[in-house]
């Protein structure tokens, strides 16, 4: 059983910071992209950012320059560093994530969420 956690969230006002961690735990072999998605209330869930595991980063065009997406593979952690934050980066933030675990094959997981919350 493949799990993945998020922590991080919370409420903050417009122009701070939060850093988002997301840990993977079960019998991994290997962890291949990582990503982070959001959803905000009445809208459709968008990705925000991903990394390879050759550590190459994308960015939605919303976050450039405010969002830095990282990973430690020895700790099967990605992290969301988000700074100058803004009252419309208010959502739930998902990590997703293609792993590989032992007996099972790759497949693609989810965590539960952590919310958000930028105050104007």
């Known amino acids: 059983q493949v799990q993945l956690v998020e922590s991080g969230g919370g409420l903050v006002q417009a122009g701070g910071s939060l850093k988002l961690s997301c840990a993977a735990s079960g019998r991994i072999v290997s962890i291949n992209s990582m990503r982070w998605y959001r959803q905000a209330p009445g809208k459709q869930r968008e990705l925000v950012a991903s990394?390879?595991?050759?550590?190459?980063?994308n960015y939605a065009d919303s976050v450039k320059g405010r969002f830095t997406i990282s990973r430690d593979n020895a700790k099967l952690t990605v992290y969301l560093q988000m700074n100058s934050l803004k009252p419309e980066d208010t959502a739930v933030y998902y990590c997703?994530?293609?792993?590989?675990?032992?007996?099972?094959?790759?497949?693609?997981?989810w965590g539960q969420g952590t919310q958000v919350t930028v105050s104007s």
């Open positions: 990394i390879t595991s050759g550590y190459t980063t």
């Open positions: 997703n994530a293609d792993v590989h675990a032992a007996m099972l094959g790759t497949f693609n997981y």
